[in-house]
């Protein structure tokens, strides 16, 4: 049968259920301010109960109840909007990665600008009409070498900055791929920790969750969680956390003859094989550096070679300041690097923007501009007005069937920078703006209310004051039956 002191022990469970649930809440509050905390709540359940003692007892006749205990501590996440925000971040950082570095690579250009080389090459076009109406004036040949200098100048420092941001990115991978090693060795220690509990430690499973969500911004994972709350962690189908083993990444500079430089590509440690990556600031790191920054460096090469090569050949037409010159005496006005003196430029040269220079037997004796078509003919200037020319005519070849002029040759390279450019904007925009939605998913089923917890502090309050008067109410009915009932007649 039910038992004198049952009351007590109902109220004393109260009791212990309210403290807890009040620990809770000031859990809550106190990690207010935390960006991987997740609101814990405490699952109230009645205990077990028994039959109510009763003569001629049937089951009908119902069951006793003994109080309330503390059955679980929720963790409030949803998992399905977890799984969206990381998928959300590997794009997210994939495509902020891509517009700061084509942002970058505009800098660079400074198109339209007065210190790009479209300005330069303006102002070289201008000298040489100059040129063609006093090719007699030495001042104004010095003029048409200076801005040639600022050209070969303008071009090869866009050239070694394009250089420099893809070497600084080759580099960098291999710091992110050791951030990825690291975070991979700090989940499966986690998993350990989150097994040997035995229990749901909500505090662990945040922090293995922000850990999760550190890593999907590097790399695109794939996540699993098993029956005891471990997690693996995959990359293009191939392990990187299992449970409690990691399994690390390494970086290899693997050599490019076309693009004169080792190329950092990741591999996994264990067999070697390439790491499949798609996704991520790594993945997008890699694009940049293999795609985008390369192509805007050929592109570069390749109308620095055209131009160059054109221009030669007019210029190898004409006579000089002394009458020497024609087709049977070469002397190109750009030289490059490694080329052998009196050669013409390779037109399969590869890398012409970076070593393109204002031939130094020109720039040491402007008399060798060859301005005039006329052996002998000082004042004939009618060679450097073909070269002015090629300003306004169709020279470098675009195709078969195509051709457009040195001008709309660069200006075709920054449109098609340009555009990528305005691309990795629009598409930075666009996952920013679902990054925020699941954000504001997560945070308002996860995220902590104060004006919620207080409200919980105030209900739980209460709930232990009246718990705590059922006590008293309790313990003096106990002593009334103890100290007073059956005195009279003593």
């Known amino acids: 049968m039910r038992t004198t002191f049952s009351g007590i022990s109902i109220a004393l469970r109260a009791l212990q259920a309210q403290q807890v649930s009040l620990d809770i809440t000031g859990h809550n509050v106190a990690n207010v301010n935390n960006p991987n905390f997740s609101r814990q709540t405490a699952l109230h359940s009645a205990t077990k109960p ?103 100048e303008s071009i090869t420092a866009t050239r070694g900055q394009l250089q420099n941001l893809r070497d600084n990115l080759n580099e960098n991978i291999t710091f992110k791929i050791s951030e990825v090693n690291s975070l991979a060795k700090r989940l499966a220690d986690l998993n350990v920790q989150i097994s040997a509990t035995g229990s749901l430690p909500n505090d662990l499973l ?79 790191m890699m694009r940049l550096r293999d795609q985008e920054i390369q192509q805007a460096i050929n592109d570069l090469d390749t109308w620095t070679r055209d131009f160059a090569l054109e221009f030669n050949r007019r210029h190898e037409e004409g006579y000089d300041f ?22 013409p430029p390779d037109p399969n040269f590869p890398f012409a923007a970076q070593n393109i220079r204002v031939n130094t037997e020109i720039a040491d004796n402007v008399g060798k501009i060859r301005a ?53 904007v629009k598409m930075a925009e666009n996952e920013a703006t679902l990054e925020a939605h699941l954000r504001n998913l997560k945070e308002s089923h996860s995220g902590v209310s104060l004006d919620e917890e207080m409200a919980n502090m105030i209900r739980y309050q209460h709930a232990y004051s009246a718990a705590a008067r059922m006590m008293t109410a309790v313990d003096e009915t106990l002593d009334t039956i103890i100290n007073r009932l059956g005195i009279v007649g003593r």
């Open 372 to 424: 005039s078509l006329i052996p002998g003919a000082v004042g004939n200037g009618e060679n450097a007005l073909k070269l002015a020319r090629l300003r306004f005519e169709p020279v470098i070849e675009v195709d078969e069937e195509t051709q457009v002029t040195v001008a709309d040759a660069f200006n075709s390279l920054i449109s098609r920078l340009g555009v990528s450019t305005q691309k990795a």
């Open 206 to 284: 945040d922090a293995r969750d922000a850990l999760l969500e550190e890593l999907s911004q590097l790399v695109d994972i794939e996540v699993v969680q098993d029956h005891a709350n471990m997690v693996s962690v995959a990359i293009g189908g191939s392990s990187l956390v299992h449970r409690g083993t990691s399994h690390s990444l390494m970086t290899n500079g693997v050599a490019s003859e076309a693009e004169n430089y080792k190329k950092n590509q990741v591999f996994w440690s264990a067999t070697g094989n390439v790491v499949k990556l798609s996704s991520g600031e790594i993945a997008g």
């Open 50 to 152: 028994y039959p109510a003692p009763m003569m001629g007892y049937t089951p009908s006749s119902g069951q006793l109840g003994t109080g309330v205990e503390i059955s679980q501590i929720n963790r409030m996440r949803d998992s399905f909007v977890d799984l969206r925000l990381r998928q959300q971040l590997h794009n997210l950082n994939y495509w902020n990665t891509m517009q700061d570095g084509l942002k970058q690579v505009e800098l660079f250009f400074n198109e339209p600008g007065e210190n790009g080389i479209h300005h330069a090459l303006d102002q070289f076009w201008d000298s040489l009409q100059d040129l063609s109406r006093e090719p007699d004036f030495f001042s104004v040949r010095e003029v048409v070498i200076q801005r040639a200098q600022v050209l070969v």
């Open 322 to 343: 002394d009458g020497d010159g024609g087709l049977g005496l070469p002397l190109s006005f750009f030289t490059f690097d490694n080329q052998v003196p009196g050669d």
